[in-house]
């Protein structure tokens, strides 16, 4: 409520008109539907599981490219397919009106852990791959892994650290 407090003063909107907006605001909140409060909750959660199988698919899109590639072209490969999710990600966040600061937090912190864990695993299992079939290409799986995460969390911090103020 004070981001929204905040905006409505830079706007012009004087004390007594933010209050009553705010009382509106407040009012509204308190009043939903108790469906309409479940089903925040449920968009919540299903973006978050779409995330985490989407990151999941893209770990196992990336063995033929573990395969194949190493060193620069690898890791330009995975920041180019971290960025493109994270991009997707931070747009369907962005468009989720009801989230709060924790529902922030905790989507910063759990969605790029989750990423690290599917692409680590995906990286060992390359790894093992390449050694039965006679390919010496291995790579650092905890590397590779962060690397992605920090290219798929690079567009959410843009947004929220630099952008966020100019899209209100």
Same mark, same amino acid.
Request: proline share 5%.
């Given at each position: ?116 864990? =599917? ?14 079939? =006679?390919?010496? =290409? ?31």
């Amino acid at each position: 409520m004070p981001d929204i407090k905040k905006r409505l003063e830079r706007k012009g909107w004087s004390k007594k008109e933010i209050i009553r907006a705010s009382r509106i605001i407040e009012h509204a909140k308190a009043n939903r539907h108790p469906r309409i409060k479940i089903l925040d909750k449920l968009v919540f959660w299903i973006s978050l599981l779409i995330a985490i199988i989407g990151n999941f698919i893209i770990s196992i899109s990336l063995i033929p490219i573990l395969l194949a590639l190493n060193n620069l072209p690898l890791y330009l490969v995975l920041i180019t397919l971290g960025i493109s999710f994270g991009l997707l990600f931070e747009l369907v966040i962005r468009t989720i009106e009801h989230l709060e600061a924790k529902h922030h937090i905790f989507l910063g912190i759990m969605v790029p852990i989750t990423a690290v864990i =599917n692409v680590v695993i995906i990286v060992a299992f390359s790894n093992n791959l390449e050694k039965a079939i =006679n390919i010496q =290409n291995p790579h650092n799986p905890l590397l590779v892994g962060v690397v992605y995460a920090l290219a798929f969390i690079l567009p959410y911090l843009v947004y929220q650290l630099f952008l966020k103020d100019k899209y209100r």
